[in-house]
């Protein structure tokens, strides 16, 4: 079997969008199969290695995946992916032979998804943020020196910006909004600290205004150098772009999944 990103994309399909697997070719490199799927959805996470399943495998973190292979499987590695589990690997058949298996599971996606109509509601924007993506991977960056960044910067940073660098690390919102790993400082001299950016040349800021980081307003500087502020902070402004479809700078026209897709190696 000629192994393309096409061709994932139709086993996939014929899998369709409920429970489902397959076994694939003997002479199907499993490693090339992982690495095309994560060129979609981002770096893995490993269920199950030479037969040992990780003991925090749950129903939250891709559990279903390993149902139909028993105790057959070998290596599982798998991705949240909206309300849908995605995974790949190898795994023994009826006859006792290893081979790569591809295999789909529904996703029970947390409630509530729905962006905050009090605006006097306490939120937890970040763990929102975690369940809209179906984000499952342990911390990513969870020993970042903040104190040096921030003395290096000459400020402090918003909080909720530092647990999305933390948890999610190097990568982009649906494949698209790019989070940066500590602020740009090109735009400085008019007040902005830049966050993250998208492939349409939008640039998301704070105006950093003020001795509280955490109320600093969110700023788009669109790519025809347009400013456009919004009262509330970089966590909340992903999860409404990701799932307002009012919104100004909605994703939610253009992905009906969320996920994030982090650049690590697959290994």
Not at 91 to 106: F, N, T, Y
Not at 146 to 152: C, F, G, L, Q, Y
Not at 231 to 259: G, K, N, S
Request: with cysteine.
């Amino acid at each position: 079997m000629e192994l393309t990103q096409a061709t994932v994309n139709d086993l996939l399909a014929q899998l369709g969008p409920g429970d489902g697997y397959m076994y694939l070719p003997s002479d199907l490199d499993p490693q090339a199969l992982t690495d095309l799927l994560a060129d979609t959805y981002g770096a893995p996470r490993t269920l199950v290695l030479d037969g040992f399943t990780d003991p925090t495998v749950d129903d939250s973190r891709g559990a279903a995946l390993l149902v139909p292979f028993e105790d057959r499987v070998v290596k599982i590695r798998a991705w949240a992916y909206g309300d849908q589990w995605v995974g790949t690997g190898t795994a023994r058949d009826a006859e006792g032979v290893e081979r790569p298996v591809l295999v789909v599971a529904h996703r029970e996606v947390p409630e509530p998804l729905a962006v905050a109509s009090d605006e006097n509601e306490d939120v937890d924007w970040m763990e929102r943020l975690t369940l809209i993506t179906g984000w499952t991977q342990p911390a990513q960056r969870p020993d970042v020196d903040w104190a040096e960044v921030e003395s290096r910067l000459g400020t402090a940073l918003p909080s909720d910006y530092k647990r999305m660098v933390e948890t999610f690390g190097v990568g982009a919102f649906d494949g698209y909004l790019d989070l940066n790993q500590e602020p740009w400082t090109d735009l400085r001299e008019d007040g902005l600290l830049i966050w993250a950016g998208t492939e349409h040349e939008d640039l998301y800021c704070w105006r950093a205004d003020g001795n509280d980081p955490d109320r600093w307003p969110v700023v788009v500087r669109s790519f025809d150098n347009e400013d456009v502020s919004f009262d509330c902070q970089a966590a909340e402004f992903v999860c409404r772009i990701l799932i307002d479809p009012q919104h100004p700078f909605t994703m939610a026209r253009y992905f009906d999944t969320h996920w994030f897709m982090n650049y690590g190696k697959s290994d």
